[in-house]
């Protein structure tokens, strides 16, 4: 199960007991505050603590730039302008903490995000927990032809099985002899930070992870993006669905610039102005190279 007994205790106790603040709030965020939700097979995201809302954007940025914001009759409109041109501190007023219990291979993949604080469950200290993540059979893929880190066809029939027997039977294996290690049975047991080396990484793990906005869009970015690994990418949709209802503003200009938007280079917008012109352009009159132009290609392409 995602959460403990213990833990579901502890998130009802924090919600049945509101308190007065004087502290900007965010009526979307206090009903995601505390709430696990689910990712994977064993998996959870939820909020432990964050501050601001989108007034704490458009506060930093009037501070910052005084009369500049005048033109800008509103603070939706005001975000926006600040998304469109790549503006980052008054993002960074708003901080979130989050709790989130993932597999240690996403976690691996996901500390690589250096724009965060984090505080990992310590295998030296604790015990973890028999919880494996076991994929999906849809989720089971062979190895992309076209891309080294993506996957290609889902596997299926025997093969699939064959598959999930595997991991199934290597993780309960792993941590039978984890714990025949730990044990104290007519021996001393091996050190925690010893017998820990011993598990797959498809067991879970736990961390609490604090980013601010700018930083946190930017990871959403990356890995809510259709491209990125299924595992991580499930734990950012939920993060986008919370930050939805935190900032909506600020969300909303996140996903028509950075999510729905593209980037053109000096390069691709000559050729967007030329095919205006009604000008014949080629990969050869572009001086993009072929991976450039098959991206350029793509990009306006009709489905």
């Known amino acids: 199960m995602p959460l403990t007994a213990e833990q579901q205790a502890e998130i009802?106790?924090?919600?049945?007991?509101?308190r007065q603040t004087l502290r900007a709030v965010s009526e979307g965020m206090e009903a995601h505050l505390y709430k696990a939700h689910q990712v994977l097979d064993h998996g959870f995201v939820r909020v432990i603590d964050y501050m601001g809302d989108d007034a704490a954007i458009t506060q930093a940025a009037r501070v910052?730039?005084?009369?500049?914001?005048?033109?800008?009759?509103?603070?939706?409109g005001l975000i926006r302008y600040l998304m469109r041109h790549w503006h980052s501190t008054p993002f960074e007023m708003c901080?979130?903490?989050f709790h989130v219990k993932l597999p240690v291979f996403v976690a691996r993949q996901w500390i690589r995000h250096r724009t965060a604080n984090v505080n990992e469950y310590s295998a030296r200290y604790s015990i973890l927990d028999r919880e494996f993540y076991i994929p999906e059979r849809d989720a089971l893929a062979a190895q992309s032809t076209v891309n080294n880190q993506g996957r290609g066809d889902v596997l299926y029939g025997e093969e699939a099985a064959?598959?999930?027997?595997?991991?199934k039977t290597d993780s309960a294996r792993a941590y039978d002899h984890y714990e025949e290690m730990l044990s104290q049975d007519g021996q001393q047991g091996l050190a925690r930070e010893l017998a820990r080396m011993n598990l797959p990484a498809n067991i879970y793990t736990q961390w609490y992870w604090k980013i601010d906005l700018h930083n946190l869009f930017h990871f959403l970015r990356l890995r809510a993006d259709a491209h990125a690994q299924f595992e991580i990418r499930v734990y950012a949709e939920a993060m986008c669905e919370i930050v939805k209802d935190w900032v909506p503003f600020a969300y909303n200009a996140f996903e028509d610039y950075r999510m729905g938007g593209v980037t053109l280079s000096a390069k691709a917008l000559d050729c967007v102005k030329r095919m205006l012109n009604r000008e014949e352009v080629t990969q050869e009159t572009s001086g993009m190279s072929k991976g450039e132009w098959r991206e350029f290609e793509r990009l306006f392409s009709i489905p």
């Open 12 to 18: 009802d106790a924090l919600r049945a007991a509101p």
């Open 64 to 76: 910052s730039y005084g009369r500049g914001t005048k033109s800008v009759q509103n603070d939706e």
């Open 95 to 97: 901080e979130v903490k």
């Open 162 to 167: 064959r598959v999930l027997d595997w991991l």
